[in-house]
């Protein structure tokens, strides 16, 4: 994705951080643009919320440069920018309505309007009736739905969404999945730093992987998922696979009616391969691509990458200062 820098919402350009002997970042680059859903993954401790804090100006890099709409951070930002952490960041003995308007006058919204607005967000959440409650007596999922009414609150430009659908049911994660849609496709940017493999894929079109503070994967998704392609194909007949020059191997069927998993060699293509089947005058029932998941990419990928020292689980968290020390809002 290249758009002019002047409407870029985030730019890492060449971006190093350490804590001691520890490298959180090494080089890291990465463009994300507006109205896009980004997905930012890696394994624990592979530098993800070091370089979520750079972006928030919570964390200063030791080297090279952050962007947030197309200039270093100023502070009037802050206001434009949302997070949702993955701890929780309420006021457990609060009423939920209460919480939700003292974190809109946060983001600079007059106490009426952050009231109704949250008002209005607890009804697309189903928690009309949440309002006067306090946050404790909300169950777990119900108040995640709270944290990220009060991201979203202000309506900021940039929301960093960590792990959003923390402790949700199926159907509120549904209902998530289509506010976040619906917030991208108003023009907003949204990073979202997840381990959840399946919400990436249904949500974003481009991912940055990273580990050990490093870039091992950076593009978009269906061109990352033809690259660490198996070259396998599902296919449904009565054609002997094992005769076939262009298979390297096959997974069996469980049950009779079943389709196969059919390997192919490098070199070899499913044009190819259904051209031999029709050649055999074979009965095709089912032929499809398998898809590679982007979880089974994920491990292989950072199972392969040559390890560095790694990153503790809290990465950096004891070193850097806290959101409300560095003067950023949770929300």
């Not at 972006?55 to 080297?63: A, F, G, N």
């Not at 502070?75 to 209460?98: S, W």
């Not at 091992?216 to 194909?233: F, M, Q």
Request: proline share 5%; with cysteine.
């Amino acid at each position: 994705m290249s758009v002019p820098a002047s409407t870029v919402p985030i730019r890492v350009e060449h971006v190093s951080k350490r804590f001691d002997q520890t490298v959180a970042l090494d080089d890291v680059s990465l463009e994300i643009g507006p109205g896009e859903i980004f997905g930012l993954v890696g394994p624990n401790g592979a530098g993800k919320t070091t370089l979520i804090r750079t972006m928030l100006d919570i964390i200063k890099p030791d080297s090279g440069r952050v962007d947030i709409f197309g200039r270093t951070f100023q502070p009037g930002d802050r206001n434009r920018v949302g997070y949702l952490p993955e701890e929780r960041g309420l006021y457990p003995r609060q009423e939920v309505g209460d919480v939700l308007a003292y974190l809109g006058s946060l983001k600079g919204m007059a106490p009426a309007a952050a009231r109704a607005e949250g008002d209005r967000w607890l009804a697309r959440f189903d928690l009309a009736g949440a309002a006067t409650k306090k946050v404790e007596q909300l169950s777990k999922g119900n108040q995640q739905k709270v944290q990220i009414a009060a991201t979203l609150l202000a309506r900021p430009a940039i929301a960093i969404l960590d792990e959003p659908l923390s402790g949700l049911d199926p159907v509120s994660a549904r209902v998530a999945n289509t506010v976040i849609r619906e917030y991208a496709a108003e023009g907003h940017t949204i990073v979202l730093s997840t381990h959840q493999m399946e919400l990436v894929e249904s949500l974003c079109t481009r991912v940055f992987m990273i580990n050990h503070g490093r870039s091992v994967l950076y593009g978009n998704l269906r061109d990352i998922k033809r690259e660490h392609s198996t070259n396998a194909i599902r296919v449904l007949s009565n054609a002997a696979y094992e005769s076939c020059p262009l298979v390297a191997r096959v997974d069996r069927p469980h049950a009779p009616g079943e389709a196969a998993a059919v390997y192919l060699r490098d070199a070899a293509s499913g044009d190819a391969f259904l051209q031999w089947l029709v050649s055999t005058g074979a009965r095709v029932e089912c032929f499809e691509r398998m898809d590679t998941p982007l979880e089974e990419i994920f491990v292989t990928v950072a199972s392969q990458e040559v390890r560095l020292p790694a990153l503790s689980v809290s990465e950096g968290k004891a070193d850097t200062p806290s959101a409300g020390e560095s003067g950023f809002s949770r929300t």
